[in-house]
């Protein structure tokens, strides 16, 4: 029996997967999605699907991988959506089918325990940092326990934790064979047991750090997987160019110095001066800093000449040069004890790298990519591709010598792109040739969702813009008791609209304004579900960057989503302008060809976080007014999911009204 009749059997009514799991019903959208994954396993060739959300693309990969047999690979953009597909989705479905199948969950080395850096950091602890102390000590307890490593298992670790660095390796300073945990070491635990899985769930950061360095076990396991499998694949092209390039910050090197540092006092104290050496290294780096200047944090220097930005070309070619040579002494000075221990001698690697980095960064930029320098609480010296087109094309389609492997690989992800080419997604990432699957949402968004664009806004770039946002969105959401998410483009507009907020509903203690920021996602997302329980006060959650993406909160917890300005790039960015460069040169428009398409995939994300079920309902608000009077608006507008439109604020607010009167299965009205 083919693999596509067994998946047609699997999403029919009355299947095993209907008897098996809650609410299923048969949606020929998501069928359609498994019939074609499963075609694209059995004939190979890649397979680019769009599925609109609410399809089940989830189950639509899945099940034609776990029924097809082969060795599979799934890829997702961040940690917490591979816990869920490795903890909760897959052994699901595996029970559901009855299959005989082995998973393993894999990330990053920095995601597990390392228990001889768990070990230095106890020795090396000061008396003045209790609460590494504390933090410390619970991580201690835990090493006792656990099996996996997986620091997401211990309970309460906040992931911004400073004890975190402390207690995990880097590829820099892992001692690998020589490590005296080498034997009970998490990450080669990982390793060994996804080499024998048939399924193996990574993070889209683990493929190309290992694409890129070949460090991660992934070069063992990926030329036995028969299938590959990318979800949440909209971000491929951002995540990549991050590990296809090369990247040196002051903080690798001031890591490097306090590294150096304990160790030598540790176990080579009196043989080096190992303080001046790690001084000359730190004030090497300070000076770096110090040519960049005054410049606001989160800055990027674009750097097409000798030096980045307004940066003196001979202070900064000298800064390098100071550089260079406090990494050539500590090399020297850690060759004269390498012999003492094997972290003198990881030390010295780690040495010769940082010297290769920033004689790369002394030469001119590679053809075909970009650099820039980063300022922020670090300088980061950056120099990255394009896009990842040619990588896609050369290390993962390009037939392989055995002939006999050939692989599958699927692409998908609820929005990538905005014509039917999803030429957004498939150019900068190598596919142009991939079949291609858009996969409609089954949500009856004109009676599940309204849109409103208010016409008398102020325009985005004018100062008062984000008070007379946060003005409006005071309004709205004071009738629907909270249930308010605004998304920003900006971290100024994000402050600018919650302390606005803050001022307009002081006197209203039924509503609570929470920002990103001020505690950790995980905590906001959990007060934010409680603010529509009985007794509790209303929320309204004032968000940018990650939160127009990866989060679900379906049901009466959201029902107003606005979206303070179109989410374009930012025109002053290095990266931005290259591409928009290259455009240029072919003879396109970067405006049409690469800004729209950005800020139309964008604002399909932010739009998708209000209905996440086809019980929810609510109301889209998109305080841009150049979607009214731009030819593009009606581009951008066409993007989004096809919701009733209101013309009028009053009527939006009886909408609102109406919403906490009626049960979420009444249509959007008034």
């Not at 997702?76 to 597909?85: C, F, M, S, V, W």
Request: negative net charge; hydrophobic residues 45%; proline residues 6%.
């Amino acid at each position: 029996m083919s693999l596509q009749t067994l998946v047609q059997e699997a999403f029919s009514s009355g299947s095993v997967l209907a008897r098996a799991v809650d609410a299923f019903r048969p949606r020929p959208g998501q069928t359609e999605m498994a019939l074609a994954v499963a075609r694209t396993i059995e004939q190979g060739g890649a397979l680019v699907v769009e599925a609109g959300t609410g399809v089940g693309k989830t189950f639509s990969y899945l099940v034609p991988a776990l029924l097809s047999g082969e060795r599979v690979l799934l890829s997702t953009a961040t940690k917490t959506l591979q816990d869920q597909l490795y903890a909760r989705d897959l052994p699901h479905l595996i029970t559901a089918l009855g299959l005989p199948v082995r998973t393993a969950l894999l990330k990053g080395r920095g995601s597990y325990l390392c228990l001889h850096r768990m070990m230095l950091a106890r020795h090396d602890l000061s008396p003045s940092e209790p609460v590494i102390a504390r933090a410390l000590a619970r991580v201690e307890v835990w090493a006792q326990q656990t099996r996996t490593g997986d620091l997401a298992e211990l309970p309460g670790l906040d992931e911004r934790s400073p004890v975190i660095p402390l207690v995990t390796s880097t590829r820099e300073n892992c001692l690998g064979s020589q490590c005296p945990k080498f034997r009970d070491c998490h990450v080669n635990l990982a390793r060994r047991e996804a080499l024998a899985a048939d399924v193996v769930v990574i993070n889209h950061h683990l493929f190309f750090a290992d694409l890129a360095v070949r460090e991660s076990g992934m070069a063992e396991l990926l030329p036995t997987v028969r299938t590959v499998i990318f979800d949440e694949a909209h971000q491929l092209n951002e995540t990549g160019v991050q590990f296809l390039g090369r990247q040196l910050s002051t903080g690798q090197l001031l890591d490097f110095a306090r590294d150096m540092l304990a160790c030598g006092l540790q176990q080579a104290r009196g043989l080096v001066d190992w303080a001046q050496c790690v001084s000359v290294l730190e004030r090497a780096a300070r000076d770096l800093r110090l040519c960049v200047g005054r410049a606001y944090p989160g800055t990027k220097l674009g750097w097409t000449g000798a030096a980045p930005g307004h940066i003196e070309p001979q202070a900064w070619r000298d800064a390098l040069s100071a550089l260079q040579n406090a990494c050539r002494e500590a090399m020297t000075a850690l060759a004269t004890v390498s012999e003492i221990s094997p972290d003198f001698v990881r030390l010295q690697e780690r040495a010769d790298a940082l010297l290769a980095l920033i004689d790369f960064f002394a030469r001119d930029c590679e053809p075909g990519s970009v650099r820039w320098l980063d300022v922020g609480g670090q300088l980061r010296l950056v120099e990255s591709p394009l896009d990842i087109a040619a990588a896609v094309q050369s290390r993962l389609l390009a037939p392989t010598e055995a002939a006999e492997i050939n692989k599958s690989w699927i692409f998908t992800s609820a929005t990538l792109g905005d014509d039917a080419a999803l030429s957004w997604f498939t150019e900068p990432c190598g596919l142009t040739q991939a079949e291609i699957l858009q996969v409609d949402s089954p949500f009856d968004y004109p009676q599940q969702a309204a849109l409103y664009v208010p016409a008398d806004l102020p325009k985005p770039a004018d100062p008062a813009h984000s008070g007379q946002v946060a003005t409006l969105v005071a309004r709205m959401a004071s009738v629907l008791g909270g249930r308010t998410l605004v998304l920003t483009t900006t971290l100024r507009a994000l402050r600018a609209i919650s302390e606005a907020l803050q001022v307009h509903l002081a006197e209203d203690a039924g509503l609570e304004v929470l920002a990103q920021g001020q505690l950790p996602k995980r905590e906001l997302m959990a007060r934010f579900h409680l603010g529509v329980e009985p007794g509790q006060r209303g929320c309204i959650l004032v968000a940018s960057a990650s939160f127009w993406e990866g989060i679900d909160i379906p049901g009466e917890a959201l029902q107003l989503v606005v979206i303070d300005k179109l989410p374009f790039p930012p025109p002053n960015d290095p990266l931005v302008q290259a591409r928009a460069k290259r455009l240029e040169e072919t003879g396109r428009s970067p405006f049409n060809d690469y800004f729209v398409p950005e800020a139309a995939v964008a604002l399909k994300q932010g739009a998708g976080r209000l209905i996440r079920r086809e019980t929810d309902r609510g109301v889209l608000v998109l305080c841009d007014t150049r979607l009214l009077s731009m030819g593009y608006g009606r581009r951008l507008l066409a993007a989004l999911p096809p919701m009733r439109r209101i013309r009028s604020e009053d009527e939006v607010l009886q909408v609102l009204a109406a919403l906490t009167r009626t049960s979420t299965t009444d249509p959007i009205s008034t």
